[in-house]
Nanobody, 124 residues
């Protein structure tokens, strides 16, 4: 059974940084593409970043390019999202997701496995 558990969210001031973690079980990063998604109140869930199987390719939403590098540690079965230069528009619940295909995609509908989410609030 695939299980994803996010952590690392919290309250941060504008311009600050946070690192989100997603610990995975029941899967191998060699076989699954992984993604980070977010959902703000009253808005649809949107793709933030993803990494393909074997970590060979990454994709980013335009709104986070250059600020939110994605990475993974195969030994720890953990996916990361380093969030830098945060602004209030980044406030949302952040979710980790997994899908058994090669290329990563920022399409919510392509991912069958989801974590419970971790809240990120950017406010002064």
């Amino acid at each position: 059974e695939v299980q994803l558990v996010e952590s690392g969210g919290g309250l941060v001031q504008p311009g600050g940084s946070l690192r989100l973690s997603c610990t995975a079980s029941g899967l191998s990063f060699d076989d699954y593409a992984m993604g980070w998604f977010r959902q703000a109140p009253g808005k649809e869930r949107e793709g933030v970043s993803c990494i393909s199987r074997l970590g060979s390719r990454t994709e980013y939403a335009d709104s986070v390019k250059g600020r939110f590098p994605i990475s993974q540690d195969n030994d720890k079965d953990t996916l990361y999202l380093q969030m830098n230069s945060l602004n209030p528009d980044d406030t949302a619940m952040y979710y980790c997701a997994a899908a058994r295909f090669y290329r990563c995609e920022l399409d919510v509908s392509r991912y069958p496995y989801w974590g419970q989410g971790t809240q990120v609030t950017v406010s002064s």
